[in-house]
């Protein structure tokens, strides 16, 4: 049977608009905005949602070293050894289906992020994994740093997962920082600290920024190349982030890697440095994660290292491999499958799969993250 040309090029057109149709979009340089009905949200909910992040902003100093200042300056010996920046006022994006459905504030404003850093860090170590650097994450770091840093009876049991799930109780001094000096106990002397007894390591669970950046410095001993260069060529570039997004370490994180003086990054901004970056570019990273590691057709980082970064650690329900997840409840009212970066100010990256839903907030008043969430899904409509 013929078709003629008329029917040939309808049918054409009918074939590749349902196919296109039936696409996961994915933002170009211009990332394209839907109003919120056509997505099924609620736009007066919405400009609640937006209402809410302005009035709650973060009571966090504006001059960032005054608030790390006070935040951690009980710590002995503590100071800020990495740059730091005055922030901005509260900002934020909320993408559905990939697409932008609100935004406030200056989302192109780069602004410290604190340890939101962390789950890109942990994405840099999905990558070697993926690329075989590592062979698992069960296997002891001392077989992949052989420089002494994991020496002893106590260090040399850690493994990847231990840094990765903050479990490791690394017993040492990096970067002239001691590991019992970050976010010591609110009793007891310096004595007392210093010589604790050692928990086993993937037993107990301590926010501890020495030791995330033990895991940046093993790291940068397997990839042999700085970070941010992994991190921009192997996530950031394919995804189109912007240019002006830097991660830093300290004045004095400097190593010798291959006869080249590297930066060995900070995981946070505990004490400086850390990664810098927009509103829009934390969006992009989230969504990424969103779309399971895959970016137009390309798979960035391996469907099992999401998978596997939202597993809940033994030593700690509800933190994964430095992605905080909801299996406690935190969020209240919230899917239990959400997951987030979080950072000090009030930095958030919330991924909710359910609902095909990216957040970005930044200086929310950090105890309000809950009922922020809340608002967001109550706009969804049925």
């Known amino acids: 049977m013929k078709i003629s040309t008329k029917a040939f090029i309808f049918f054409t057109f009918l074939f590749v608009f349902f196919t296109l149709s039936g ?42 070293r005054v608030a790390n200042t006070k935040a951690f300056g009980r710590e002995p010996n503590f100071r800020i050894l990495g740059p730091m920046k005055k922030r901005g006022k509260p900002a934020g994006l909320i993408l559905k289906n990939g697409y932008i459905i609100a935004k406030w504030g200056d989302v192109d404003r780069v602004d410290m992020t604190f340890s939101v850093a962390k789950s890109y860090l942990s994405t840099v170590a999905g990558l070697a994994v993926d690329a075989q650097l590592i062979n698992n994450v069960d296997e002891k770091v001392d077989k992949y740093v052989t420089d002494g840093t994991y020496q002893g009876p106590h260090n ?14 690394w017993s040492g001094s990096l970067f002239d920082i001691e590991d019992w000096a970050d976010r010591p106990p609110k009793k007891g002397t310096i004595d007392d600290w210093k ?36 991190l921009k060529e192997k996530i950031m570039d394919p995804i189109g982030a912007s240019t002006t997004w830097r991660w830093y370490g300290y004045k004095n994180s400097f190593v010798n890697v291959d006869g080249i003086m590297m930066q060995s990054v900070s995981g946070g901004g505990h004490f400086g440095g850390g990664i810098f970056i927009n509103t829009l570019d934390h969006a992009r990273f989230g969504l990424l994660f969103l779309r399971q590691g895959k970016w137009k057709g390309k798979q960035l980082i391996s469907k099992e290292w999401i998978q596997a970064a939202r ?30 970066a979080k950072g000090f100010g009030g930095n958030f990256i919330v991924i909710d799969e359910e609902n095909d839903l990216v957040v970005v907030t930044r200086w929310l008043n950090s105890r309000k993250l809950g009922e922020f969430m809340k608002l967001v899904t109550d706009a969804i409509e049925d």
């Open 195 to 230: 010589n604790r007894k050692l928990n086993e390591p993937g037993t107990f669970f301590k926010y501890n920024d020495v030791r995330v950046n033990l895991l940046a410095y093993s790291l940068l001993q397997v990839w042999r190349k700085p970070l941010p260069v992994v």
């Open 156 to 169: 040399s049991k850690i493994t990847w997962r231990h840094l990765l799930t903050q479990s490791s109780d």
């Open 311 to 340: 597993v809940p650690s033994k030593a700690r329900k509800d933190y994964g491999f430095m992605w905080w997840l909801n299996s406690q409840e935190s969020m209240k009212g919230i899917s239990k499958n959400v997951y987030s």
């Open 23 to 64: 696409q996961t979009y994915y933002p170009d340089k211009n990332w394209k905005t839907k109003k919120p009905s056509e997505v099924g949200m609620n736009a007066d909910k919405l400009k609640s949602v937006i209402d809410y992040a302005l009035k709650n902003e973060n009571s966090v100093d504006i001059d960032l």
